[in-house]
């Protein structure tokens, strides 16, 4: 009888062990990079024209959840604003364990924000990430207005939170020297998705060999508030971006950190 039961335990615990390693890594096939921005694409479509489907809401996606790797379903991760305006998940049609988000006023690539995105990439495996922005952004015209004097006092955590923002403002004014006021915020919007893209690529080597690899692509995108249509910036910008990060010497790396 004892032997049967060490028999039990030792069987119960390799299942147990099994069940943890592939915790961490996906079984199921994920899509290709294209195919998974094809599924963003054509989710949005649905939301704009009113034809959302709201897949994965339903209980039995709730009882998978409980039980399964959200590696093996989730399919992109989003950065974007923390906006209200901006429901992720609705604006693409997308439901339970189809999207890693992470959201942060003004959509920056800061410590936090690329650690969530390499979690996103290298361990939920999902082979698109999208730096979306979005139309009427208040933290890029707070940064904008702040740049043009017109500025006010803000709580003590909110500066060091958009410094980020101000490098994409001051290109989009040397950019667009014609452009005056606040006409100039929606360039800024635009520059700050692709101050994000540099951020993430200059400190992040896991990323830059993840895109690199060809296991996901990186691309940029403005949301309309006032119609929820995304407008896709054009991907070889992020080519662009990477290319001028590899010839940087400033560049982080270390893709790993040392401690556990």
């Not at 999207?99 to 495996?125: K, M, P, Q, T």
């Not at 249509?229 to 662009?240: G, H, R, Y």
Request: some cysteine.
């Amino acid at each position: 009888m004892k032997k049967l039961g060490f028999v039990a335990v030792s069987a119960f615990c390799l299942f147990a062990f099994v069940l943890s390693a592939s915790a961490g890594s996906p079984t199921a096939a994920k899509p290709a990079p294209d195919e998974a921005l094809a599924m963003l694409k054509e989710g949005n479509q649905r939301f704009v024209e009113g034809k959302s489907i709201h897949p994965h809401l339903d209980a039995a996606r709730l009882i998978q959840a409980g039980h399964e790797n959200q590696g093996d379903h989730a399919y992109a991760t989003v950065i974007s604003c923390s906006d209200s305006r901006v429901p992720v998940e609705m604006i693409f049609d997308a439901g339970i364990m189809d999207i890693f988000v992470v959201r942060v006023a003004g959509n920056v690539c800061d410590f936090d924000e690329r650690g969530s995105i390499e979690y996103g990439l290298a361990h939920v495996h999902t082979p698109v990430l999208v730096v979306l922005g979005h139309t009427q952004c208040g933290a890029v015209t707070a940064v904008t207005k702040a740049i043009h004097g017109e500025g006010h006092a803000l709580e003590r955590n909110i500066p060091p939170l958009v410094d980020n923002i101000e490098p994409a403002v001051r290109r989009a004014m040397e950019m667009n020297p014609g452009i005056k006021g606040d006409a100039i915020i929606p360039y800024a919007i635009e520059e700050n998705i692709w101050q994000g893209v540099t951020d993430l690529f200059m400190a992040s080597p896991a990323t830059r060999e993840i895109v690199k690899s060809g296991k996901a692509k990186v691309v940029g995108a403005i949301y309309d508030v006032g119609t929820g249509k995304i407008q896709w910036l054009p991907e070889s910008k992020t080519a662009d971006i990477l290319k001028k990060v590899e010839a940087d010497p400033k560049r982080a790396m270390k893709a790993m950190s040392g401690g556990h």
